[in-house]
């Protein structure tokens, strides 16, 4: 008989589980309040429950909290770990200091299936769905899970393309119940899968960015395959259309590649696209992937087109590159595999 893994699991559905051995809600709050605010790994460790709940976890359940199997760190403090699964799925998670401010990038997918051209986590293939249990696991499993203060769904995968998974972890992070994590800080981040974004935006309070890298549709399909059945028309009109609550943001994650996308007729279509709206931009460095000749746009022209949407009225924001050394950057991700496991 397989033990049931805890961590991944809402406080209703452990009640549910514990009710056999004669447990109550508060019982099932208690275990809720051990794994996801304790991180307590172990049900010995958890003081409080009954001999006869614990004995009942021990034979049939496990908490599901399991330590990274390697990590490595950059010279600007970010660590990247690598975590696999019992089935041997492997994926990457990404800490990054910054003053009071301690973000995860969490993988939803054990590789990706979006094949985006400049992404090395495409190269990698894929290899299955994250469960609720493993996306949270990355924010809990961590040696720093105490200092966490900002996730981001951008590590490896698409999380549009295992929603139910993404939709869990998220409630899990955000509820009383759980980590007690304000939506406003976790972001979830997407290539554009619009049934996905009607789908998220509705049920989940926390906020979206959309990967945009070019406001025209035919280059855009050269940079994210997925525009060819999902067009940008479309995801930034869901995006403008949608009553956003206070403090909630939906933005557009612009990479900029010099000679590229990076030209004054790409900031006007930028711009016009937008204008008028909620949205907001952030622009990004690219990091280079093996074998690919392109190069990031300079800091000045990254300036430049943070000026010029900013004073058309567009909140707009230039994002540092963290932990490109060590292969921790945006879309570097998948290189875990290389990663010494003695570290
Ligand atoms: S950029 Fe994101 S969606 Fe595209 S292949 Fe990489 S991980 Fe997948």
């Not at 406001?215 to 067009?231: N, V």
């Not at 403008?240 to 994650?253: D, E, G, I, Y």
């Not at 612009?254 to 790409?266: A, F, P, Q, S, W």
């Not at 074998?291 to 949407?309: I, V």
Request: aromatic residues 6%.
């Amino acid at each position: 008989m397989t033990s049931r893994v805890i961590c991944g699991l809402s406080a209703n559905e452990i009640l549910e589980f514990i009710t056999p051995a004669g447990s109550t809600l508060s019982h099932a709050l208690h275990i809720t309040t051990s794994i996801y605010k304790k991180r307590i790994d172990d049900f010995s460790g958890m003081a409080g429950i009954p001999k006869k709940l614990r004995e009942f976890l021990e034979m049939f359940a496990v908490t599901g909290i399991t330590p990274p199997v390697a990590s490595q760190v950059s010279s600007d403090g970010t660590v990247k770990y690598l975590f696999r699964t019992e089935s041997n799925k492997e994926f990457e998670t990404v800490y990054i200091p910054d003053g009071k401010r301690n973000t995860v990038c969490v993988s939803t997918q054990s590789g990706c299936r979006m094949g985006c051209p400049f992404c090395v986590t495409a190269r990698y293939g894929f290899a299955g769905n994250l469960s609720a249990g493993e996306i949270v696991n990355q924010v809990i499993g961590i040696p720093f899970a105490d200092k966490v203060t900002h996730i981001v769904f951008m590590g490896m995968g698409e999380p549009m393309d295992n929603l139910e998974n993404v939709l869990k972890s998220c409630e899990i992070l955000t509820s009383e119940w759980g980590l007690s994590i304000s939506p406003r800080n976790i972001t979830v981040s997407t290539v554009g899968i619009t049934p996905g974004i009607v789908r998220f935006l509705e049920s989940s309070s926390c906020n979206l960015t959309v990967s945009l890298h070019s406001p025209f549709s035919e280059e855009r399909k050269l940079i994210i395959p997925a525009e060819k059945k999902y067009p940008v028309q479309e995801v930034v009109s869901i995006l403008r259309n949608f009553p956003l609550r206070k403090h909630r943001r939906v933005s557009l994650a612009y990479v900029m590649i010099e000679g590229l996308n990076d030209t004054d007729l790409h900031l006007r279509a930028l711009r016009d696209l937008i204008t008028g709206s909620q949205i907001r931009v952030n622009l990004l460095p690219y990091h280079k992937v093996p074998e690919d000749k392109h190069t990031s746009s300079s800091a000045e022209r990254m300036q430049y087109f943070k000026h010029n949407l900013v004073i058309s009225g567009i909140s707009a924001s230039v994002r540092k590159s963290r932990g490109e050394d060590i292969s921790a950057a945006c879309g570097l991700l998948a290189t875990g595999l290389k990663i010494n496991e003695q570290t």
